[in-house]
């Protein structure tokens, strides 16, 4: 039995990864599907660092997992995921799995991986401290093709990401080179990335392992993930 920690990216909480988790824990894994501290319904904080996320997913980790974890990370959440596995070591993190995910430059945050991108969003910022997500970004960008009510739902539960997230970084060697195995996981009709997925996998020396679907597919089409997820490494 293996112990998925799921870490989800910007606009997203632990509902993003739901449905993959059932599948793995109807496999008879155990599966926890986070929501980080700035990314809450209940009691968002816009003020939240990048530091503070990936504090979060070692204290979960530390808490509740006495056995080694895998960590499963989508989209931004490369970020917090690596920073996290750093800290954690390979005694308790057994492999680190980027879905559809940044892995972090050392000391480049995300809002500088694309530049274009990269000055839509600080000029965001200047308008207060959060990201938001729009249903045209999530039906256009992130879901494109897919079925309108999956779109809708996601639109309706997207919340908006703490500045702090995109402009902290991640300093210091890669998980690769703390002797913790990667693997990179790469949606075939995602088009989101800030830069190609085989870039990201290629700075921890993979080439990605391709599935089906778009940037939201742990979502909207679990099964083959789950399936890619539970294969030997």
Wanted: glycine share 10%.
């Amino acid at each position: 039995m293996r112990t998925f920690v799921l870490i989800p990216g910007v606009g997203c909480g632990g509902w993003a990864w739901r449905p993959t988790a059932k599948l793995l824990e109807q496999a008879g894994h155990r599966a926890a599907a986070l929501t980080l501290p700035g990314l809450r319904f209940d009691t968002p904080d816009p003020a939240a660092t990048l530091r503070e996320a990936a504090q979060y997913v070692v204290d979960h980790v530390q808490t509740h997992s006495p056995e080694a974890v895998t960590l499963v990370a989508h989209s931004w959440g490369g970020y917090p995921a690596t920073a996290a596995a750093a800290a954690l070591g390979p005694a308790q993190v057994e492999e680190l799995v980027y879905y559809n995910a940044v892995v972090p430059a050392s000391g480049v945050p995300m809002v500088d991986e694309n530049t274009q991108m990269g000055a839509y969003l600080r000029h965001t910022l200047t308008q207060g401290p959060t990201i938001p997500l729009d249903a045209d970004t999530v039906t256009n960008v992130l879901m494109p093709g897919e079925d309108p009510v999956a779109q809708d739902l996601v639109a309706s539960l997207v919340t908006s990401t703490p500045g702090g997230y995109i402009l902290g970084s991640v300093d210091g060697p890669s998980v690769v080179d703390l002797g913790i195995p990667a693997r990179y996981i790469l949606g075939a009709q995602d088009i989101s990335l800030a830069r190609p997925g085989a870039e990201f996998a290629a700075r921890i020396g993979l080439q990605p392992r391709i599935v089906e679907g778009s940037h939201m597919a742990m979502f909207t089409r679990p099964t083959e993930l789950a399936r890619v997820l539970l294969e030997d490494r």
